[in-house]
């Protein structure tokens, strides 16, 4: 992807093999771009949404009826 479509970084999708097999530190020295660590990207988004605020939707969720 870096030399056939002049990737800047690479995100990978889901949890592939980083940073399962190998470290996303380590694969972007290989490679000469930036990799995104998914694990890390994820735990900063929880970090995120859990500082602003942010909750599930109660048209989507409505609150369940204990009654």
Do not use: Q
């Amino acid at each position: 992807a870096v030399e056939r479509e002049r990737a800047e970084v690479i995100v990978p999708l889901g949890m592939t093999m980083v940073p399962v097999t190998f470290a996303a530190a380590d694969l972007a020295s290989d490679i000469g771009v930036p990799v995104v660590d998914p694990l890390a990207a994820a735990m900063r988004l929880a970090e995120m949404l859990a500082a602003t605020g942010v909750t599930n939707s109660r048209a989507a969720y409505p609150p369940a009826s204990f009654s």
